[in-house]
């Protein structure tokens, strides 16, 4: 049977503290319809904005995970993300008060527990699971970092970490069915170096930490008196060492609960591909920032496999999204260098161009003599063209800016392309434009054959700070 895919029966609401910021903070979990997706809320803000649990929209890995979309921004989502893929929840609607999840006992098994006492309820469209079919790895040599992804008959992930500690030790745990997360996973709770907590305060961090929602691990003996100077220090009540020099109100739920978190961390980060996979996840040494690069690696490898099959058609007769004039607003290119003739469809995230190459194409007279090819780098100008319409439509005066190429990576041309052809450029956005950064797929056809494909860079600049750099 096809799986469906699931939703909370009623919304329910949790309460607490703000790791972080210390802020008292109340999260709404709402039912959402099918295809929604993970979304976020920030109701304490102008507008109540929205913003999505995704990979590209993550901008800060340093000790929790941010996501941040038109300026408004969320932070200490992995744990409830965690919980939503443990119940394998795909549509939610979640309304925040404040700029983080609250961090509740420091695990995800409080999120998991509001879940399961609102009911889970499944929907009519089919849940979208991507196959792993081949290997997808990413790899940090310098800090020994791997997380890989491997075709398998169903979802498993395992995890190995090592802090060079004497305390921790290296660690192992896994996860061979998601219907164990809630026993084996959820309760794992979130975990701190004694030595990283001044540190973490003078920056403005952990204001919300306590023993109640973190282990704090020591990892050589501290006297007594330090242990109260750096409780003093952070606002918290004075402590005891405690066996195996980790400081804690509750015992450890399992002996190996450090890396229970670490998994239970990968699994909510990975929530952030959109998609359930189904393949076997190996970890060595994850991290947030790691995690998020691997999130993204597999999102483009899905998006790939998504649209390598589909082939742009057009209608000569339809009326063009953009007629030669408007592309000429919005491109300072003119002829002959000017290589889009019309647009056909755009979105937000994609643009669909045509180029009608013809013998009086000034390149023909020379490339080549007695066989005419269109040169591989105009084929890539052409859809870099394109790709800087779908960019200038967002900006007020296009006139004022212009694309210049960062990068081309992994272009490969794949047959030639000759007076008489016409060629559908397509362009689509990777990730959201930060900063005036753009990077987009780029695929080029003649009729239903790819001809080109890779991908792109490119930096938006307005005129003045183009002229103000040179000087």
């Given at each position: 049977?096809?799986a469906?895919?699931?939703?909370?029966?009623?919304?329910?609401?949790?309460?607490?503290?703000?790791?972080?910021?210390?802020?008292?903070?109340?999260?709404?979990?709402?039912?959402?319809?099918?295809?929604?997706?993970i979304?976020?809320?920030?109701?304490?803000?102008?507008?109540?904005?929205?913003?999505?649990a995704?990979?590209?929209?993550?901008?800060?890995?340093?000790?929790?995970?941010?996501?941040?979309?038109?300026?408004?921004?969320i932070?200490?989502?992995?744990?409830s993300?965690?919980?939503?893929?443990?119940?394998?929840?795909?549509n939610?609607?979640?309304?925040?008060?404040?700029?983080?999840?609250?961090?509740?006992?420091?695990?995800?098994?409080?999120?998991?527990?509001?879940?399961?006492?609102?009911?889970?309820?499944?929907?009519?469209?089919?849940?979208?699971?991507?196959?792993?079919?081949?290997?997808?790895?990413y790899?940090?040599?310098?800090?020994?970092i791997?997380?890989?992804?491997?075709?398998?008959?169903?979802?498993?992930?395992?995890?190995?970490?090592?802090?060079?500690?004497?305390?921790?030790?290296?660690?192992?745990?896994?996860?061979?069915?998601?219907?164990?997360?809630?026993?084996?996973?959820?309760?794992?709770?979130?975990?701190?170096?004694?030595?990283?907590?001044?540190?973490?305060?003078?920056?403005?961090l952990?204001?919300?930490?306590?023993l109640?929602?973190a282990?704090?691990?020591?990892?050589?003996?501290?006297?007594?008196?330090?242990?109260?100077?750096?409780?003093?220090?952070?606002?918290?009540?004075?402590?005891?060492?405690?066996?195996?020099?980790?400081?804690?109100?509750?015992?450890?739920k399992?002996?190996?609960?450090?890396?229970?978190?670490?998994?239970?961390?990968?699994?909510?980060?990975?929530?952030?591909?959109?998609?359930?996979?189904?393949?076997?996840?190996?970890?060595?040494?994850?991290?947030?920032?790691?995690?998020?690069?691997f999130?993204?690696?597999?999102?483009?490898?899905?998006?790939?496999?998504?649209?390598?099959?589909?082939?742009?058609?057009?209608?000569?007769?339809?009326?063009?999204?953009?007629?030669?004039?408007?592309?000429?607003?919005?491109?300072?290119?003119?002829?002959?260098f000017?290589?889009?003739?019309?647009?056909?469809?755009?979105?937000?995230?994609?643009?669909?161009?045509?180029?009608?190459?013809?013998?009086?194409?000034?390149?023909?007279?020379g490339?080549?003599p007695n066989?005419?090819?269109?040169?591989?780098?105009?084929?890539v100008?052409?859809?870099?063209?394109?790709?800087g319409?779908?960019?200038?439509?967002?900006?007020?005066?296009p006139?004022?800016?212009?694309?210049?190429?960062?990068?081309i990576?992994?272009?490969?041309?794949?047959?030639k392309?000759?007076?008489?052809?016409?060629?559908?450029?397509?362009?689509?956005?990777?990730e959201?434009?930060?900063?005036?950064?753009?990077?987009?797929?780029?695929?080029?056809?003649?009729?239903?054959?790819?001809?080109?494909?890779?991908?792109?860079?490119?930096?938006?600049?307005?005129?003045?700070?183009?002229?103000?750099s040179?000087?």
């Amino acid at each position: 049977m096809t799986a469906k895919q699931k939703t909370i029966a009623k919304s329910v609401t949790l309460s607490g503290t703000g790791l972080h910021t210390g802020i008292n903070v109340d999260a709404t979990f709402h039912p959402a319809a099918e295809n929604t997706g993970i979304l976020f809320q920030r109701i304490d803000l102008p507008g109540q904005p929205v913003i999505k649990a995704s990979a590209e929209l993550v901008v800060d890995t340093a000790r929790n995970i941010v996501v941040e979309d038109k300026g408004a921004r969320i932070g200490m989502i992995e744990h409830s993300l965690s919980a939503l893929a443990g119940s394998e929840i795909d549509n939610i609607l979640i309304t925040v008060n404040g700029p983080e999840m609250p961090i509740l006992d420091g695990s995800a098994i409080i999120y998991l527990d509001a879940f399961m006492e609102a009911g889970i309820s499944c929907q009519d469209a089919d849940r979208e699971i991507f196959e792993i079919k081949d290997p997808i790895v990413y790899a940090d040599d310098e800090r020994g970092i791997e997380i890989m992804a491997l075709p398998a008959d169903e979802f498993s992930i395992s995890v190995m970490i090592d802090y060079n500690s004497e305390v921790l030790g290296n660690q192992f745990a896994s996860l061979a069915h998601m219907s164990d997360y809630s026993t084996q996973i959820a309760s794992s709770r979130t975990f701190v170096f004694f030595r990283e907590l001044e540190v973490l305060w003078r920056n403005n961090l952990i204001k919300g930490g306590s023993l109640d929602n973190a282990m704090v691990i020591l990892e050589r003996e501290v006297p007594q008196t330090e242990l109260d100077r750096v409780a003093d220090l952070i606002g918290k009540p004075h402590v005891q060492t405690q066996a195996q020099g980790i400081l804690s109100t509750t015992r450890l739920k399992f002996s190996n609960e450090p890396a229970r978190h670490k998994l239970l961390d990968l699994i909510g980060d990975i929530k952030l591909i959109g998609t359930p996979l189904k393949g076997k996840i190996i970890a060595t040494r994850p991290g947030h920032y790691s995690n998020v690069e691997f999130a993204k690696m597999v999102k483009q490898v899905i998006r790939k496999e998504k649209t390598k099959n589909i082939v742009p058609t057009f209608d000569p007769n339809a009326v063009p999204k953009y007629d030669i004039n408007r592309i000429m607003s919005l491109l300072p290119h003119r002829p002959p260098f000017l290589l889009v003739d019309r647009i056909i469809e755009v979105t937000d995230v994609m643009i669909l161009g045509l180029k009608n190459v013809s013998m009086n194409e000034p390149f023909f007279v020379g490339h080549f003599p007695n066989e005419p090819v269109m040169p591989g780098v105009l084929i890539v100008e052409a859809l870099a063209q394109c790709g800087g319409i779908l960019v200038m439509q967002t900006v007020d005066h296009p006139k004022d800016y212009n694309a210049y190429f960062l990068k081309i990576d992994n272009m490969r041309f794949k047959r030639k392309v000759v007076p008489g052809d016409t060629l559908i450029l397509k362009m689509e956005l990777l990730e959201p434009v930060r900063r005036g950064i753009v990077r987009m797929r780029a695929q080029a056809f003649v009729g239903n054959q790819l001809v080109t494909e890779g991908e792109m860079m490119a930096q938006v600049l307005r005129n003045k700070e183009i002229k103000n750099s040179a000087q």
